[in-house]
C-alpha cells in the first residue's frame, strides 16, 4: 500500500472520495466503479480488510496511533472526507440536475460507465476460456438485477439491517449500485429519504435546544431505522471486503473479468431513455413520500427517436461522460509515471 502521500496526492484522494460518495447517491451508479477506474481499488478492499478484531483489541486497548496506521488511517480518512464533502454539496447539485435535466444527467453516467469498460477491458491482457466465462456470468447477473421487480416498504429491523448489508455493496463492487439495490429492496424512500430526513430535523432542533422530538414516536422509529441501517452498512463493508480481499488473492483475474461483465451488464440500471413507473395504491393512487415527491417504484425503458434534437444533445453527453473517465484515468496514469 501507498502509505507516504503528497499534499498533491491528498487533495485528489479527497476529490476521488467525492466522486465516489456522489456516484453512491445516484439509483443506478456505483461508487465501486470510481474506486476501480481512479487505481484506488485494491487499497480499498484491503484496507476495509483491516476493520477486524486486531482493530478492536487496538481500539479497546486505548493504542489509537498504532490502530490508525493500522486501518491505513490517512487513505480511508481522506477518502471518508471526500464522500462526507459530496453528501452536503456534489449529490445536491446532482439532486437538482437529475430533476431539471434528467435525460442527460443519466447519458453523462452512461457514458462514463462505457468509458469505465474501456479503460478497465483495454489493460485486461489475462483473456482466456475461464475469465470469458466469468465475464459473460458477470453481465448475466448485471442484466437480471436491472429487470427485476421492486419489493414493498418494509421497516422491519432485520430486513432493515439485512438492507444495509446489502446495499452498501455499491462501493465495494464495481458496476452494483447500492441505492438501485434499495429501490429493488423497496426501502428506497425509508432509508435514503424519511430517515435521513429525521436525522436532519432532530439535529436542527437539538441545535436550538428542543428536544420535543423525544415525544415523537414517529421520529424516534425513523431514527432507530437509521441507526440499524447504519450498522447493518457497517457490518456489510467490513465482511464484504473479507470476502473480496480473499477473492482477489486467490482468484484475481477471475474477479477482474467478473467485475467487468457486471459493470457491462450495470448499463441496462442507467439507460437514458427511460419513463419513471410510480408506486400506487389499490386505488391506483400515486404514493407520494414526506416530502411531497412521488414515489418511484421502478423505470420503463424504450429506443430514443433519432430525428429528436434531444436525442443528438444526450448522445453528447454520453460522449462527454466517456472523456470524462478517460480524461481523469489518463491524468492518473500520468501521475503514477512521474
Given at each position: ?8 496526492d ?43 478484531l ?7 486497548s ?16 481522506l ?23 434528467e ?35 458477470g453481465v ?24 444495509g ?34 436525522l ?65 451488464g ?69 501521475n503514477?509515471?512521474?
Open positions: 500500500m501507498q502509505q507516504t502521500r503528497t499534499f498533491t491528498k487533495i485528489l484522494l479527497v476529490l476521488k472520495g467525492l466522486a465516489m460518495g456522489a456516484a453512491n447517491k445516484v439509483p443506478g451508479v456505483s461508487g465501486g466503479v470510481v474506486a476501480f477506474v481512479a487505481g484506488f481499488y485494491e487499497e480499498f478492499i484491503y484496507s476495509l480488510q483491516k476493520v477486524n486486531k482493530a478492536f483489541k487496538l481500539l479497546i486505548g493504542r489509537f496511533k498504532s490502530l490508525f496506521r493500522y486501518l491505513n488511517g490517512k487513505f480511508l480518512g477518502l471518508i472526507l471526500g464522500m462526507l464533502i459530496s453528501y452536503f454539496s456534489v449529490s445536491k447539485i446532482l439532486d437538482y440536475l437529475i430533476v431539471h435535466y435525460l442527460y444527467v443519466w447519458a453523462a453516467f452512461f457514458g462514463m460507465i462505457i468509458g469505465s469498460i474501456y479503460y478497465i477491458s483495454k489493460d485486461f491482457d489475462e483473456w482466456d476460456k475461464n475469465s470469458v466465462i466469468f465475464a459473460v456470468l448475466i447477473c448485471g442484466i437480471g438485477i436491472s429487470f427485476l421487480e421492486p419489493a414493498r416498504e418494509n421497516d422491519n429491523l432485520w430486513f432493515v439491517f439485512v438492507c448489508m446489502i446495499s452498501v455493496s455499491g462501493m465495494t463492487l464495481p458496476g452494483l449500485s447500492g441505492s438501485f439495490i434499495l429501490i429493488l429492496l423497496g426501502n428506497y424512500v425509508l432509508l435514503l429519504v424519511d430517515s435521513v430526513n429525521a436532519y430535523d432532530t439535529i436542527a432542533e437539538v441545535i436550538l435546544l428542543d428536544f420535543s422530538f423525544l415525544d415523537n414516536s414517529e421520529r424516534l422509529r425513523m431514527l432507530q431505522v437509521l441507526v440499524v441501517f447504519a450498522a447493518g452498512s457497517l457490518a456489510g463493508l467490513v465482511s464484504l471486503s473479507h470476502l473480496l480481499g480473499y477473492v482477489l488473492k486467490k482468484r484475481k483475474k477471475e474477479t477482474f473479468a467478473v467485475i467487468i461483465g457486471f459493470i457491462t450495470s448499463l441496462g440500471v442507467v439507460w437514458p431513455w427511460k419513463e419513471k413507473i410510480y408506486k400506487m395504491n389499490k386505488k391506483g393512487e400515486i404514493l407520494i413520500d414526506r416530502e411531497g415527491n412521488r414515489i418511484i417504484d421502478n423505470y420503463d425503458r424504450y429506443l430514443p427517436e433519432f430525428h429528436s434534437s434531444e436525442t443528438w444533445l444526450a448522445i453528447f453527453f454520453i460522449l462527454i461522460g466517456i472523456f470524462i473517465v478517460l480524461g481523469l484515468a489518463w491524468y492518473e496514469n500520468r503514477s509515471a512521474k
